[in-house]
């Protein structure tokens, strides 16, 4: 989901800019307010962008001949909310612009826009959703997961879409060539975003209960005969 | 290995299976260079949709080589590995160690069962 560096028009740059920058300053704000009334949280903060960072790097082969990578960003929004998502995920892509050569500083709006907004919002918005019909934990955590990594390229291909319309079909016609260039390739990507996802989450059950019922994440006990019964709560 | 740990284990497997396939089933012979990035076809998609357009900036810094690229990569992996193992040690070692404090108030000092 990279938009490579000089591959957008200035005009489009500006904009996703523009667009990127009121969610990163409001990310900022949330996550300073966070480490300041939550100290301890700030672990699992670094654990949250530190998974962003490993499944970024990751390049994967997929079905469709090529490959592609994860995001990473569904975890730190189920855990935090997706403004931490987009300071957390600028960061990410910041790194690999400057040392990388993958993605870029005029693009990277765009690519904050797709992978650190976007992305983790729709996540969370699935994950909320799913929560609300007393779906198991670990479900809603794997399709919040997927489609935070499955939306964000479906952005990308958007925003290609937008600066690069097909000279015959137009929008259309280039959102279909994108789209089978990114969406396509990622879709089983994505079901492996969403298992690793649920493979941290069940080890941070595990290892940090206190940390994930203050997060609204796990029910407090005593709450619990109400709540959805998950498969790891059960155990618990 | 109790059902946690095989649970575990088989969303790895699941994950690893899901990455291996696409290249044991050969579904990228039917393309000149199989499994290249989709970053890099999408450059190729503009070129053919717009032959007359130019990147107007290039990055500051671009690794010399695909090798450095690949192990700028693995750094980057690395760090994110390396914080998140740190981070379930510790919380392992807290558990383990408020575990065995809470022993140790039980049975009175001396006749510590270990």
């Given at each position: 989901m990279h938009i490579a560096e000089g591959f957008l028009p200035p005009a489009?740059?500006?904009?996703?800019?523009?667009?990127?920058?009121?969610?990163?300053?409001?990310?900022?704000?949330?996550?300073?307010?966070?480490?300041?009334?939550?100290?301890?949280?700030?672990?699992?903060?670094?654990?949250?962008?530190?998974f962003t960072f490993v499944l970024s790097a990751l390049k994967i082969p997929s079905v469709t001949g090529s490959c592609s990578h994860p995001t990473g960003t569904g975890l730190g929004a189920i855990l935090f909310r997706p403004p931490i998502m987009a300071v957390l995920g600028t960061i990410t892509l910041?790194?690999?612009?400057?040392?990388?050569?993958?993605?870029?500083?005029?693009?990277?709006?765009?690519?904050?826009?797709?992978?650190?907004?976007?992305?983790?919002?729709?996540?969370?918005?699935?994950?909320?959703?799913?929560?609300?019909?007393?779906?198991?934990l670990m479900v809603a955590v794997f399709f919040g997961a997927f489609v935070a990594d499955l939306s964000t390229y479906c952005v990308t291909s958007v925003q290609l879409a937008l600066a690069f319309p097909d000279p015959g079909s137009g929008f259309p016609g280039a959102l279909a060539k994108f789209g089978s260039i990114f969406a396509v390739t990622q879709i089983p990507l994505a079901v492996s975003e969403g298992l690793l996802t649920v493979l941290v989450m069940r080890l941070l059950v595990q290892s940090s209960k206190g940390e994930l019922t203050r997060l609204g994440v796990l029910l407090q006990r005593g709450r619990q005969a109400s709540a959805p019964r998950s498969e790891t709560e059960a155990k618990a | 290995?109790?059902?946690?740990?095989?649970?575990?284990?088989?969303?790895?497997?699941?994950?690893?299976?899901?990455?291996?396939l696409p290249l044991a089933l050969g579904l990228g012979d039917h393309k000149k260079e199989p499994f290249t990035g989709a970053d890099a076809q999408a450059e190729t998609a503009i070129a053919e949709l717009d032959p007359e357009y130019e990147p107007w900036f290039s990055p500051l810094y671009e690794p010399p080589s695909g090798e450095v690229e690949s192990a700028l990569f693995a750094v980057q992996a690395a760090i994110g590995a390396g914080v998140l193992a740190y981070y379930f040690g510790l919380r392992r070692g807290r558990r383990q160690g408020e575990t065995r404090a809470r022993a140790a108030e039980v049975t009175p000092a001396g006749r510590d069962e270990e």
């Open positions: 489009h740059a500006i904009a996703w800019g523009v667009a990127a920058t009121p969610f990163v300053v409001q990310g900022v704000r949330s996550l300073t307010r966070e480490v300041r009334e939550h100290p301890e949280s700030t672990l699992l903060l670094g654990a949250s962008g530190a910041l790194f690999q612009a400057l040392l990388l050569a993958h993605g870029g500083l005029t693009t990277l709006g765009a690519n904050v826009f797709s992978m650190a907004i976007v992305g983790p919002w729709a996540g969370y918005a699935v994950y909320r959703l799913l929560k609300r019909y007393d779906v198991p | 290995m109790s059902r946690n740990a095989k649970i575990n284990a088989l969303l790895i497997l699941l994950v690893a299976a899901l990455a291996v």
